[in-house]
């Protein structure tokens, strides 16, 4: 059965940098896509980012835009989040999600086939 497990969540002070990895098992997701949403406290789940199967094209929402990179190995069946320039409402916890429907329709979705139990981001002011 496929796992989507994520790493990387932790503790940042605002203005740090953490990168989060979302390392997929039990089955190849080379040609799916995949991101990342997040949920914060009292709040609904959001997208985040998300990378085709080829890495080629990226989507991001605008409240991260210029500030988290989404990149994929699929030889490591692994994807990333970078985060930069991080902010108190960043705080959340991050979850991972494969698919086959393209990226440019993540953002109105929140139906992904798959997805990992999370790892929490929280960012200090």
């Known amino acids: 059965q496929a796992q989507l497990v994520e790493s990387g969540g932790g503790l940042v002070q605002a203005g740090g940098s953490l990168r989060l990895s979302c390392a997929v098992s039990g089955r190849s997701f080379s040609r799916y896509v995949m991101g990342w949403f997040r949920q914060a406290p009292g709040k609904e789940r959001e997208f985040v980012a998300a990378?085709?199967?080829?890495?080629?094209?990226?989507y991001y929402a605008d409240s991260v835009k210029g500030r988290f990179t989404i990149s994929r190995d699929n030889a490591k069946n692994t994807v990333y989040l970078q985060m930069n320039s991080l902010k108190p409402e960043d705080t959340a916890v991050y979850y991972c999600?494969?698919?086959?429907?393209?990226?440019?329709?993540?953002?109105?979705?929140?139906?992904?086939?798959?997805w990992g139990k999370g790892t929490l981001v929280t960012v200090s002011s």
């Open positions: 990378i085709s199967w080829s890495g080629g094209s990226t």
């Open positions: 999600a494969a698919d086959l429907r393209p990226p440019s329709t993540w953002y109105e979705r929140d139906d992904m086939a798959y």
